[in-house]
């Protein structure tokens, strides 16, 4: 069973924390290599989840009829 992901701002607040553990460099080498995994990977999930509101924000612009409407988007492979 996966973990669900946070939403945007969660996401952002930890990797802030993240990112103030690392500043401070009261952890050992092993604990701070895990952290910065930890970041980059959150890194990454929040950034598809900006894509994909880019994403969505451009479906509405691009409306065809006119009206503002959504559409499903399929993943990018």
Request: proline share 5%; aromatic share 4%; no cysteine.
């Given at each position: 069973?996966?973990?669900p992901?946070?939403?945007?701002?969660?996401?952002?607040?930890?990797?802030?924390?993240?990112?103030?553990?690392?500043e401070?460099g009261?952890?050992?080498?092993?604990a701070?290599?895990?952290?910065?995994?930890?970041?980059?990977a959150?890194?990454?999930?929040?950034?598809s989840?900006?894509?994909?509101a880019?994403?969505?924000?451009?479906?509405?612009?691009?409306?065809?009829?006119?009206?503002?409407?959504?559409?499903?988007?399929?993943?990018e492979?």
């Amino acid at each position: 069973m996966t973990t669900p992901s946070p939403s945007f701002d969660e996401g952002l607040d930890q990797l802030e924390a993240l990112v103030q553990q690392l500043e401070r460099g009261d952890l050992g080498l092993e604990a701070a290599l895990a952290r910065f995994e930890e970041g980059i990977a959150l890194s990454q999930a929040l950034q598809s989840q900006l894509a994909e509101a880019q994403r969505k924000v451009e479906l509405l612009k691009q409306s065809l009829e006119g009206g503002y409407h959504t559409e499903p988007l399929e993943p990018e492979a």
